[in-house]
């Protein structure tokens, strides 16, 4: 499974998709719903792959404030201490969100040298760092005395059952 989920405002697609791809770089896999499989339903793929991502990243422009679809999974994200707003373009996020500071992309072209690309980058380590943590947490009591648990904490992620 994907370590990001990116949420999006279809009119956005472009930038998801450049954003996508500069994350990729940094050698996480990104999911975002340009891979949904032939003969699936689009909304029991997406609650899978959100559930199952360690950071959901929320691009907050005019179109995703007003898209149900971003909302509700940027919440779904903020519930579960995975959430990370990006603003792409200068707009208030829907209530809920106002308080939370959001990593700054309005203008970004994609270019890997960018001010708030490089922070953007050091934020989602930091949401993937902690989420280890509890997610390590959650596994421990399906296996404590595992050894492959031992070795996952100590920073081997390809242990993990």
């Given at each position: 499974?994907?370590e990001?989920?990116?949420?999006y405002a279809?009119e ?8 996508a791809s500069?994350?990729?770089v ?8 340009r ?11 997406i609650?899978?792959?959100l559930a199952?991502a ?6 907050w422009?005019k179109?995703?404030v007003?898209s ?7 919440e ?5 201490g995975?959430f ?14 106002r308080r939370?500071?959001?990593a ?11 001010v708030g690309f490089?922070?953007?980058i050091?934020d989602?380590g930091?949401v993937?760092?902690?989420?280890g ?11 404590r005395?595992?050894?492959?648990l031992s070795?996952?904490c100590r ?7």
């Amino acid at each position: 499974m994907a370590e990001l989920f990116i949420s999006y405002a279809r009119e956005d697609r472009g930038t998801a998709e450049r954003l996508a791809s500069a994350l990729t770089v940094h050698g996480w896999t990104v999911w975002w719903d340009r891979h949904i499989p032939a003969g699936r339903r689009f909304d029991e793929v997406i609650a899978e792959r959100l559930a199952a991502a360690n950071c959901v990243l929320a691009l907050w422009s005019k179109a995703a404030v007003h898209s149900e679809w971003v909302v509700e999974e940027a919440e779904t994200a903020r519930e579960r201490g995975v959430f990370v707003p990006v603003m792409i373009e200068e707009v208030e996020p829907p209530l809920g969100f106002r308080r939370i500071h959001a990593a700054d992309l309005i203008g970004w072209d994609g270019s890997a040298v960018h001010v708030g690309f490089d922070q953007l980058i050091k934020d989602i380590g930091e949401v993937l760092r902690r989420g280890g943590r509890c997610r390590a947490q959650r596994i421990h009591s399906r296996h404590r005395n595992s050894p492959q648990l031992s070795r996952w904490c100590r920073g081997d992620r390809r242990s993990l059952p």
